[in-house]
């Protein structure tokens, strides 16, 4: 059983940053990829940004520049950090990890974090 435990989301105003975090919890043999999602009201949910077991990252353009995804592979968490935030950027935020289990891999998802950007 794995649990991923989201916190940092929030209201902040435009230009301001917040910083999301993921623990990740449970049995596993091993962390494969960790992402972020968010899902603004009436639309899809979509990618963020992630982070590869091989460290490389990546970013959907819109927030290109403006936010950083980690991992602390001690921790077992991964953050996103959001600067120069824009009202876009408002929505609901996932964490997902892919864990490896030896015999297979697993998809899983946090309750998401809301986060609000005031204009």
């Known amino acids: 059983q794995v649990q991923l435990v989201e916190s940092g989301g929030g209201l902040v105003q435009a230009g301001g940053s917040l910083k999301l975090s993921c623990a990740v919890n449970g049995s596993f043999f091993a962390i494969n990829t960790m992402g972020w999602y968010r899902q603004a009201p009436g639309k899809q949910r979509e990618s963020v940004a992630a982070?590869?077991?091989?460290?490389?990252?990546t970013y959907d353009d819109s927030v290109k520049g403006r936010f950083t995804i980690s991992r602390d592979r001690a921790k077992n968490t991964v953050y996103l950090q959001m600067n120069s935030l824009k009202a876009e950027d408002t929505g609901v935020y996932y964490c997902?990890?892919?864990?490896?289990?030896?015999?297979?891999?697993?998809?899983?998802w946090g309750q998401g974090t809301l986060v609000t950007v005031s204009s």
């Open positions: 997902y990890v892919k864990t490896d289990h030896y015999v297979g891999f697993q998809e899983n």
């Open positions: 982070i590869y077991a091989s460290g490389r990252t």
